[in-house]
């Protein structure tokens, strides 16, 4: 029976796979999440069944979140039922009033059962994609048990983010332009990675630097300095230590992320760190003095050394120059979002309640396209938009209500705790909400498999921060843990 150490290795395996096939937003990619989120899931279960397992204390402590989840998929799979014509006529006569002009279109009399989604086979692979993201939430809360675990979870993320960093700014600087090994066809001189969008690797980058702006907050502080050879020591160890390498590291996401030239990515990144970062210290007691250096040289010298070398002034051009219609890409038409997005309330008003069905925005948007829109929208710039008229205001308010509880125990571990790493962790988090709020408003992050599946797993890192044991907790327990397996190999011998 696998332990809960190879199915936590297990889900850091597929949090760091998921964004290299452009984001996992590929027909034959995202499946790859969705089997293997469900096969660790089975495991662990299959092992708490057999009674090698037992519920820790995060998953206990994030039943609300749970509940939430375990609506939002009762919510999809009603949109996929079939039910009768008259039901589905008082519960959305917007869906009813569709499937009677598809089988009018068809020359064909309406169905004896009919479905809430106006194209259920879309919905349906958007229930497996929230199965998956599903997976991940519990996968989390059940295996990142232990600080070690924890901080493995956090370092995950801060290579893959920076190796998403590397690659997408030599692509940029050096010329080349490739993606997921396939020469890139639209975002030419903006970094994109291995996604297909620069406003999605911008949106991935703020999810591994949350993770990496919390690790470095862990590791700050530190013991006091009395002398001129203990400073000298402790410069030296700056220099050479952990820290050094996790700033480089961060230094390096931040380059990328003004490469991009994603003028919300970036916009997001500042004002968040500035909003969550007054936040933690006032919430943080007795917060080092080094932190409050680190989130200021985050916003300072990002903005005055990186970007002054990389172009966050080209970023900062491109947010002034904005207009109602500019181009978003090489290859694509010029923008009309805001027309999109009053075109999309007025879908949404149409299917209020229980949303035209996961995954059809794009089947249904068109209906509701004016002659000023060009181009093909696939999804709404706007994520709290896309929820409302896929799954209306319940799905939106599900999905609301689940980061609201995440960032509520992220706020509550960093006033009432004081181990370092779990206050990282959960600086992170709070982040990473934040980040993603904001930048949100518009595009389509959560829209991304790589990236909705990396934001739920640091979700899930909220409730863990807060039932994780300290340092000084887990030391006893290790020891009373050896000593009873002593205890047990010497009455086997």
Not at 66 to 78: E, H, N, Q, R
Not at 123 to 148: I, M, Q
Request: aromatic share 10%; proline share 3%.
């Amino acid at each position: 029976m696998p332990s809960t150490n190879s199915i936590f290795y297990g889900l850091l395996a597929l949090l760091a796979w998921a964004p290299l096939p452009l984001g996992s937003n590929r027909a034959w990619a995202w499946p790859i999440l969705a089997i293997g989120g469900g096969l660790l899931a089975m495991l662990w279960l299959a092992g708490y069944l057999r009674g090698h397992l037992e519920l820790p204390a995060a998953f206990r402590r994030a039943r609300w979140a749970l509940a939430a989840g375990v609506l939002w998929l009762l919510l999809l799979g009603l949109q996929l039922a079939p039910l009768p014509p008259g039901w589905v006529l008082a519960l959305s006569p917007a869906a009813h009033e569709a499937h009677t002009l598809v089988a009018a279109a068809m020359g064909r009399p309406l169905a004896a059962t009919l479905t809430l989604s106006v194209d259920p086979h879309a919905t349906r692979d958007f229930w497996f994609k929230s199965a998956a993201y599903g997976c991940a939430f519990c996968l989390t809360l059940l295996t990142v048990d232990t600080r070690r675990r924890t901080e493995l979870l956090l370092k995950t993320l801060v290579i893959s983010g920076t190796l998403q960093a590397i690659y997408a700014s030599v692509m940029v600087l050096s010329g080349l332009e490739y993606g997921f090994f396939i020469k890139k066809l639209i975002g030419h001189g903006t970094a994109t990675g291995t996604f297909v969008n620069r406003n999605h690797l911008a949106g991935y980058l703020n999810l591994c630097l949350a993770a990496g702006i919390g690790l470095m907050i862990a590791k700050l502080g530190g013991e006091a300095v009395y002398s001129w050879r203990q400073r000298l020591r402790s410069i030296v160890r700056l220099l050479l230590g952990e820290k050094t390498r996790l700033r480089i590291y961060l230094i390096v996401m931040v380059i990328a992320l003004v490469l991009t030239r994603s003028r919300m990515g970036n916009t997001a990144f500042f004002a968040g760190t500035l909003i969550v970062g007054a936040i933690g210290l006032l919430l943080m007691r007795n917060a080092p003095r080094s932190t409050m250096l680190f989130l200021t040289s985050l916003v300072v010298l990002d903005i005055l050394i990186v970007g002054t070398w990389f172009g966050v002034d080209q970023v900062a051009k491109r947010i002034q120059q904005t207009e109602v219609s500019t181009t978003t890409d090489n290859l694509l038409p010029a923008e009309h979002r805001d027309e999109v997005d009053q075109l999309a309330l007025k879908y949404a008003g149409d299917y209020w309640l229980t949303g035209s069905g996961g995954g059809t925005f794009y089947v249904t948007f068109p209906a509701y396209s004016s002659s000023g829109v060009t181009g093909f929208y696939d999804h709404a710039h706007n994520d709290y938009l896309q929820l409302l008229t896929e799954t209306g205001v319940i799905g939106l308010g599900l999905c609301v209500l689940i980061a609201g509880l995440a960032a509520w125990q992220a706020l509550r571990v960093l006033r009432r705790r004081h181990d370092p790493l779990m206050r990282g962790a959960a600086f992170g988090v709070a982040l990473a909400i934040c980040w993603l709020a904001i930048h949100s408003t518009v595009d389509f992050n959560m829209q991304i498999p790589a990236n909705a599946f990396t934001l739920t797993v640091l979700l899930a890192l909220a409730w863990v921060a807060a039932s994780v044991r300290s340092k000084a907790q887990e030391a006893p327990q290790g020891v009373a843990e050896r000593s009873s397996r002593r205890q047990t190999r010497s009455g086997r011998l």
